[in-house]
């Protein structure tokens, strides 16, 4: 006979903070469709994050408060040593990014190598979006291209991508009407590319 020396409070809180997890990571998934690609995860093979757009950074700001606020109301006594560390990372990721995404010109929501990302400038010459969507393209990166689907999901993704460029295009015209621009040494660097 199995007798458990935890209370019924403690193992619901347990559970509660795994569920919390597995939203937290779906999330992460849901925003990073790349990333998520890159691990192995198929269900945003047909789409790109318009990380700069107006909407997608809000939405950031409003899912990264309300899992502070969720995780807030664990008690952080009743979790083990993992799911208590798993909480802090948590916790400093949710925080450092809403810390990012409340400067206006730097956030950190860029989905690619979780760096910040300049919403002004968001083309440059090195790690931008543009430079590693043709890579995807190539056949021999992360998007699978083995079956008529990926090809399918490869198209959407297209057709996301050229929404980022809109958007990129409108975001750096407002720098320009704000005088945030990349030095014409880099801009070059950013044509040839």
């Known amino acids: 006979m199995f007798i458990s020396c935890q209370s019924n409070d403690t193992v619901e809180t347990v559970s ?14 849901r925003i990073n469709p790349i990333e998520s690609t890159k691990g192995g995860y198929e269900l945003y093979n047909d ?35 993992t ?29 690619m190598y979780n760096l910040p990302n ?16 043709s890579q995807l393209a190539g056949g021999t990166s992360v998007h699978p291209f083995k079956t008529v689907k990926d090809y399918q999901d490869w198209v959407k993704r297209i057709d996301d991508y050229l929404i980022f460029l809109d958007t990129a295009k409108a975001k750096m015209r407002k720098g320009i009407d704000q005088g945030v621009v990349l030095p014409s040494a880099l801009i070059a660097k950013v044509i040839l590319n």
């Open 16 to 29: 509660n903070i795994d569920v919390i997890f597995e939203e937290y990571d779906a999330f992460k998934k």
């Open 47 to 81: 789409r790109v994050a318009n990380y700069i757009s107006d909407e997608y950074i809000a939405d950031l700001k409003t899912e990264y408060a309300q899992f502070l606020k969720t995780i807030a109301t664990f008690d952080s006594t009743k979790l083990d040593e």
């Open 83 to 111: 799911q208590w560390l798993s909480m802090k990372v948590m916790e400093w990721d949710c925080k450092i990014k809403l810390e990012g995404l409340s400067n206006e010109l730097v956030s950190i929501s860029s989905p």
């Open 118 to 133: 300049f919403e002004l400038t968001p083309i440059i010459q090195i790690q931008s979006l543009h430079l590693y969507f």
